[in-house]
């Protein structure tokens, strides 16, 4: 149930705004003789906005990436224990030296099953599925 369908409340390209209502004229016209007033003093002082949003990009310091750990969540390297060293050799393979087992048979499939004796290697292969 992740994809509900949603009203037309819920937008997810971005919210337009209406046009502006005034309680009254006077606040109209008080709302725009402020926004006169704040454009006049921004040419005064000889700061725009356009203009204070690109000096301050370009007066910001690049930005540098890196992927390492964040400072103090570094690993901890740790010697490895120091000892004799010996040399690696494979171990022979085990195999059955002794006298009981005559072989190995499969009964049902691949299911392989040690042989003691001639009488048991008879009975397996006469045995059905």
């Known amino acids: 149930m992740a994809f509900h369908l949603e009203g037309p409340w819920l937008t997810t390209t971005g919210k337009k705004r209406g046009k502006k209502k005034w309680a009254s004229a006077e606040a109209k016209q008080q709302a725009e003789e402020l926004e006169a007033k704040w454009k006049d003093l921004l040419k005064r002082q000889g700061v725009e906005k ?11 310091p690049p930005l540098v990436y890196n992927p390492g750990p964040p400072p103090g969540r570094e690993t901890v390297r740790i010697a490895s224990l120091e000892s004799t060293w010996a040399p690696c050799v494979q171990t022979p393979n085990p195999v059955y030296t002794g006298t009981k087992v005559r072989g190995i048979g499969t009964m049902h499939k691949s299911n392989a099953v040690p042989i003691f004796s001639d009488e048991e290697a008879k009975e397996i292969s006469s045995m059905r599925r």
């Open 50 to 60: 356009e203009e204070r949003s690109k000096r301050r990009a370009l007066n910001s």
